[in-house]
């Protein structure tokens, strides 16, 4: 458990570091890279927030609503800072793409757990 709670902390500061650093990804013509990316990080985030509530034990309840609510309210949070920002800008179609990865990150997460640990 403590593991899970080290990486699923880990991972959140690191998206937090990463939404508010004057970062910008390229545009490519035809393929929306940073919708993409929105996806593939909030997917990670709900993936291993699925992962730290098995390890923890939490009821079935809670697992649901931390693994799709909590990523869904992170990624809101930080498009309405990056909107405060100056060298950064929040876009509605970023909030969608962040709701997306949450929902395929838990729904995997709930199919698809982690490989249990031996503690030998």
Known sequence: MVIWRAVTAGYAGLLT??????????ETPGIPLDKAVHVCEYLV?????????????WAEETTL???FGLPII??????????????????WLDVGANM???LLGG???????????SDT
């Open 17 to 26: 570091l990463v939404s508010v650093l004057p970062i910008s990804v390229p």
């Open 45 to 57: 985030f709900a993936w291993c927030l699925v992962q730290l509530s098995r390890a923890s034990r």
């Open 65 to 67: 609503i931390v693994a």
């Open 74 to 91: 992170w990624g809101n949070i930080l498009e309405g800072v990056q909107m405060l920002l100056p060298y950064r800008s929040g876009d």
């Open 100 to 102: 997306a990865g949450s």
């Open 107 to 117: 729904w995997l997460g709930l199919w698809f757990p982690a490989p249990p640990r």
